[in-house]
């Protein structure tokens, strides 16, 4: 199972940084995605990136504020959010998967979830 970590309550401005260990050996997989879903809403695309080439994917609502990557080393993905607003308050989960063949910014891609980590940003 993924292990996502990282989360808290901060103040609007700030950052954060959400960690993602997916399970087993990385290079079996092809990417890796965060998602969110805040209370009342759908669960929605944030980042991707694919393990092989590091190709990056994000939604428009977060380009310029977060950053995703990957360490090989520590098979680990990271999320480095910057410039925190009330609207990303949500629980954050980490997903990934081993197709090619499917676009990574859609949730049915994936197979494997992590538990999710809360992210609240008071303003």
């Known amino acids: 199972q993924l292990q996502a970590s990282g989360g808290g309550v901060v103040q609007t401005g700030s950052s954060l940084r959400l960690t993602c260990t997916p399970p087993g050996l990385t290079f079996s997989w092809f990417a890796t995605g965060w998602f969110r879903q805040a209370p009342g809403k759908e669960r929605e695309f944030v980042a991707a990136i694919t393990w092989r080439t590091g190709r990056m994917y994000y939604a428009d609502s977060v380009k310029g504020r977060f950053t995703i990557s990957r360490d090989r080393a520590k098979n680990t993905v990271n999320l480095q959010m910057n410039s925190l607003k009330p609207e990303d308050t949500a629980v954050y989960y980490c997903?990934?998967?081993?197709?090619?063949?499917?676009?990574?910014?859609?949730?049915?891609?994936?197979?494997?979830w992590g538990q999710g980590t809360q992210v609240t940003v008071s303003s």
């Open positions: 997903a990934t998967t081993l197709s090619s063949s499917s676009s990574v910014i859609q949730l049915s891609t994936y197979s494997e």
